[in-house]
C-alpha cells in the first residue's frame, strides 16, 4: 500500500491547464523523483500536496487518510521551497528551530535537535547568522534542515540540491539518502538533473505537460522508455525513423520488432552504437562529422541522412587516434535486444 | 573659467555631487530662514529691531526652568505618543486589507486613503468640531435619539478630541509605508510558516508582523513628529484653554508677539522632537537588525 498517493489531480491556473489528471503513488520509506522541463507542473504538483494549491479535481491520500481538505498547517508534511522561503528576520538557528518553537517543544530539546540538524548540513558554525549573510548553497541547507528537524514522515524538495557544487551536491544526496533511510521518510523530489535522480530515487515520474508519462526504477526508465519524450529526457537517446518489415528493423535485421510492417521508431542510446568499416551491409552509412575525445570515451556525431546526426560513444584505447572526420563509416547496435521500437516519434509524429 | 568643472561634477560626477543643487536649494530656503527663526531666541530684540552685541542664554535658561515648560512638554509627548500608537492599531488592517485584496478594491482603499491628504488639516479639525461638538454634534445627537445616554457627552475640548483628530488626521501618514511593505512582501515566507505547523494568526505574529517592523517604526516617527508639532488639532479640538508646545510657539509668535519666547520655545520643539524621533528609529533598528543584514 502506496504511502502517498495523489490520485488524478487536475489544476488549472485561468484558462492554463497545468495538472491534467497526474497521478502519484510512493510507497512508504521510498524516494521519488519528479522528472520534467521547466513549466511542466512538477512544483504545482508538490504544492498541492503540501496544501497550498487546492486541486480542482482528484484527492491527495497520505497515510491511508485522505488529506485534499485539510489545511497546510495540519499536514505534518516537510517542504523544501525551490526558492528556500527562509525568514530573514530570524538568524539560521531561530529558522531551523521556528517548527519546534511552533509544536512548544522544551528549550534544551530544541536546542539539541537543531544542533544536530545544523551538524548535518554541516552549517553549524553558521547558526547566528542572518539568511541574506549566507551564500546560495548555504541557504539552501538551511532550508533542508528546517524541514528535516521535524522528521516529517513526508519530505517534499523541489531542487533542493541546484545551488550545491559538485562536491556539496554527491555528499547533500549522500547525507540525505542515509537519512531518509534511516527516518523512513518517504519522500518525492524535484530535479531537473538526471544523474541526481539516478543516484537517489527508487522511482522516478517523468513529467510532460501536466500528466505523469512514465513511472519506473530509474534503470528500468532508461532501458525500457516508454516514448520518445521519456527516452531523450533520461539520458541521451537517438530516435530514428524506421521501416518494421517481417516483424524486423529494415536498415539493421539484427533487431526484431514485435509489430506490424510499416514506418516505425528506434531508440538507440549511444554508447550502444558501434562504428563499423564503411561498405555494404546492414546499419547506418554516413560520415563523421565530429569527434570528441573525452577521457575515458569517445563522442562521434556521425552525419547520415537523416536532419540529426547519429550520436556515438565508443571506448576510447590509448594510442588509438579516432576515426577521421570526414572519413564514411557504417554504424551498427551493439546489442539489437537494448533497442526500443516505439509506435510514436518525438512530439507524437 | 572655474564655473564649467563645477557644472560638470554636478551633471556627470559621482557620490554626492548630483545632489548639490537640491541640497543648496535646501540650504537657502530652509535651513536658513529656520536657523534665522531659532536665532531669534537668543538675541534681545526691541521694538521689532536686533539690539546688537546682545547673544545670550538667558532667555533658553529662563524658559528650561520654566514649569510650565516642562507641563507643556509632556502633554505634547504623551499625546503625540498614544496617538501614534492608536494610528497604527487602526492603520495596520487598514494596509493588511490593501495587500489582500485585488483590481478595483485596491484602487478604492488607495483612495480612501489618499483623498484626506488632498483637504487640509483645518477642515477636517473643523469637520470633528462638528461631530463631537455640543448637544447638537453628531455622536451626541445620534447617542441621545438612540436613548443610549441621557446628557451629551463632553468630547470636545477634552484630551479625547485631541487624541480623535490627531489620529484619524494623521491615520495616511502610518497607512502608506505599511501598504508598500505589506503588499510587496513574500507570500511564500507565509507558506513556510505554515508548513512547519504555525496556524494563521502564530504566522501573522510570527512572520509578518516582524517583517513590517522597519515599515511600523518609519511611520510611528513619521506621525509621532507631525503629532508632536501640530497646533492647529490641540487648538480647535482642545477648546481655547487647552495648550501644548507647539500652540504656546504659535500664540508667542503670533498672538502675543513675542518673538524671543516663540523662538526659545520653538528650538525646545523642534530639538526634542529630533531627539524623540531619533530614538524611536534607533529603537525600531534594533528590533530589526536582520534588515541591516538584508540591504
Ligand atoms: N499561481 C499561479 N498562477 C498562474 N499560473 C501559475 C501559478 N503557479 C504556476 N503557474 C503556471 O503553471 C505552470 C507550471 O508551473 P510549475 O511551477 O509547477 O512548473 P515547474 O515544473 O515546477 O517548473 P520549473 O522546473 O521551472 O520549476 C507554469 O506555466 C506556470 O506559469
Ligand atoms: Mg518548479
Known sequence: MSHIALQDIAKSFGPVRVLDGCSVAVNKGTVMTLLGPSGCGKTTLL????????????????????????????????????????????????????????????QAETQARVRKALDLVSLSAFADRYPARLSGGQQQRVAIARALVLEPEVLLLDEPFNALDAKLRLSMQ????????????????????????????????????????QVGAPIDIYDRP????????????????????????????????????????LVVRPENLAIENAGEGP??????????????????????????????????????????????VRVRAIDPAACVVLEEGPDGV | MSSAPLLRRILHGRGIWPAVPALAYLFVF??????????????????????ADTWTLG????????????????RSFWVAAVSSVLTLLLAYPVAYLFAEAKGIWRTLILVAVVSPLLT????????????????????????????????????????????????????????????????????????????????????????????????????????????????????????????????????????????TRGAVLATILLSTCFAFVLAIVAFGNRLARWNEAAA
Open chain 2, 59 to 74: 532667555y533658553l535658561k529662563a524658559a528650561l526652568a520654566d514649569d510650565l515648560v516642562w507641563r507643556l512638554m509632556w
Open chain 1, 174 to 213: 549522500i547525507e540525505l539518502r542515509k537519512l531518509i533511510e534511516r527516518v523512513g521518510i518517504t519522500s518525492i523530489f524535484v530535479t531537473h538533473d538526471q544523474q541526481e535522480a539516478m543516484t537517489l530515487s527508487d522511482r522516478v515520474a517523468v513529467m510532460r505537460a501536466g500528466r505523469i508519462e
Open chain 2, 120 to 259: 487640509s488639516a483645518l477642515v477636517r479639525a473643523y469637520a470633528w468640531i462638528v461631530i463631537l461638538g455640543g448637544r447638537r454634534g453628531l455622536v451626541n445627537q445620534t447617542l441621545l435619539s438612540l436613548g443610549l445616554i441621557e446628557q451629551p457627552l463632553r468630547i470636545l475640548n477634552t484630551d479625547w478630541a485631541v487624541l480623535i483628530g490627531m489620529t484619524q488626521i494623521h491615520l495616511p501618514f502610518m497607512i502608506l509605508p505599511l501598504l508598500a511593505v505589506l503588499a510587496e512582501r513574500d507570500r511564500r515566507l507565509e507558506e513556510a510558516s505554515l508548513n512547519l505547523g504555525a496556524s494563521q494568526t502564530g504566522t501573522f505574529f510570527r512572520v509578518v508582523v516582524p517583517m513590517s517592523v522597519p515599515a511600523i517604526f518609519a511611520g510611528l516617527a513619521l506621525v509621532f513628529a507631525v503629532s508632536y508639532t501640530n497646533f492647529i488639532v490641540p487648538q480647535l479640538l482642545g477648546g481655547g484653554s487647552y495648550s501644548t508646545l507647539a500652540v504656546q510657539v504659535y500664540e508667542q509668535t503670533i498672538v502675543v508677539l513675542d518673538w
Open chain 1, 47 to 106: 504544492r498541492t500536496l503540501a496544501g497550498f494549491v487546492e486541486p480542482d479535481g482528484g484527492r491527495v491520500v497520505v497515510g491511508g487518510r485522505d488529506i485534499t481538505d485539510l489545511p497546510p498547517n495540519r499536514r505534518q508534511v516537510g517542504y523544501v521551497f525551490q526558492s528556500y522561503a527562509l525568514f530573514p528576520h530570524l538568524d539560521v538557528a531561530a529558522n531551523v528551530a521556528y517548527g519546534l518553537r511552533v509544536r512548544r517543544v522544551g
Open chain 1, 283 to 328: 546499419g547506418w552509412h554516413g560520415t563523421v562529422a565530429f569527434a570528441t575525445p573525452q577521457g575515458a570515451t569517445i563522442e562521434y556525431e556521425i552525419a547520415i541522412s537523416l536532419a540529426e546526426p547519429l550520436r556515438v560513444v565508443a571506448l576510447r584505447k590509448v594510442g588509438e587516434p579516432p576515426a577521421a572526420v570526414g572519413s564514411p
Open chain 1, 226 to 265: 516508454r516514448t520518445a519524450y521519456v527516452a531523450a529526457f533520461i539520458g541521451r537517446a537517438n530516435v530514428l525513423p524506421i521501416d518494421i518489415r517481417g516483424g524486423r528493423v529494415a536498415i539493421d535485421p539484427a533487431i526484431a520488432a514485435a509489430r506490424a510492417d510499416g514506418a516505425a521508431w
Open chain 2, 30 to 51: 530652509l535651513a536658513l530662514p529656520m536657523l534665522t527663526l531659532l536665532a531669534f531666541g537668543f538675541v534681545t530684540i526691541d521694538r521689532g529691531r536686533i539690539v
